[in-house]
Nanobody, 124 residues
Framework: QVQLVESGGGSVKAGGSLRLSCAASGYTLSRNSMGWFRRAPGKEREGVAGIDTGGVTYYADSVKGRFTLSQDNDKNTVYLQMNSLKPEDTGTYYC??????????????????WGQGTQVTVSS
């Protein structure tokens, strides 16, 4: 049974940092693509960052230069380091696992498994 478990969310002030983790079980991350998505209140879910099977990372324009996705294959865990957080980064963050290629990383329909989400709140 595949499980993705996110952790690391919390409340911070603008300019602060958080690191989200997504631990996978029953699934080998290194053989698949991973993505981080978020859903802000009243908005649709959007892709934040992704990594494909070749280890190439992708980012939404809104987070480039501030967020970094990394993967630890030994721990079967992906991370999202979020720096210089802004109030507009507030939302529920989800990790997802699937198979994507290039620009399809942000297509949520390409992901088969999802975590339960972790809340990130950034205050001004």
């Amino acid at each position: 049974q595949v499980q993705l478990v996110e952790s690391g969310g919390g409340s911070v002030k603008a300019g602060g940092s958080l690191r989200l983790s997504c631990a996978a079980s029953g699934y080998t991350l290194s053989r698949n693509s991973m993505g981080w998505f978020r859903r802000a209140p009243g908005k649709e879910r959007e892709g934040v960052a992704g990594i494909d099977t070749g280890g190439v990372t992708y980012y939404a324009d809104s987070v480039k230069g501030r967020f970094t996705l990394s993967q630890d294959n030994d721990k079967n865990t992906v991370y999202l380091q979020m720096n210089s957080l802004k109030p507009e980064d507030t939302g529920t963050y989800y990790c997802a696992a699937g198979l994507t290629y290039g620009p399809t990383w942000s297509d949520s329909t390409r992901y088969d498994y999802w975590g339960q989400g972790t809340q990130v709140t950034v205050s001004s």
